[in-house]
């Protein structure tokens, strides 16, 4: 129903204020135009970033969630560069949140059953321990 964030009661103001700062940053970065396009080939499957569909090679289509979206579009965008963990959660979430917190990675494993040939060893989507996450538009390891 549109639902972006939950604040449980009792709330700080100070949280508050820094959520809705979070959601205005995204929703600057969310209407800009994407630099490759709407699309993009990734292998041999293409990623529709307005349909939030990633496309097989035989046509068949698989949906993403809205922040799968939202993190593969900022993984691409800055490919080849190291993305944090961080910046991810900050960009995507608009805020940060505690260290236990698995969101991106959960999301991160998913995106590669989609778009990797063998999600076990990614050609695309690498993970730098401890560090963050890297596009490689070429697939190179």
């Known amino acids: 129903m549109g639902g972006d964030d939950y604040l449980g009661k009792p709330f ?12 205005l ?6 209407g800009q135009a994407l ?11 293409t990623v529709d970033f307005r349909k939030g569909e990633v496309i ?5 289509r698989s949906s993403l969630a809205e922040k799968e979206v939202l993190i593969l579009r900022l993984l691409v965008e800055r490919a080849p560069e190291l993305v944090s963990r961080d910046e991810i959660l900050e960009r995507v979430w608009g805020y940060e949140v505690s260290p236990s917190t698995r969101a991106v990675e959960h999301m991160v494993v998913h995106l590669r059953k989609l778009i990797e040939p063998d999600p076990e060893r990614p050609s695309y989507l690498h993970t730098v321990r401890g560090l963050g996450y890297r596009f490689s538009p070429g697939g190179e390891g």
Do not use: F, H, K, S
């Open 56 to 60: 097989d090679p035989g046509g068949e």
């Open 12 to 23: 700080n103001l100070r949280e508050l204020l820094l959520r809705v700062r979070g959601m």
């Open 35 to 45: 630099p490759a396009g709407p699309t993009v080939r990734i292998g041999d499957v």
């Open 25 to 30: 940053r995204r929703q600057d970065w969310y």
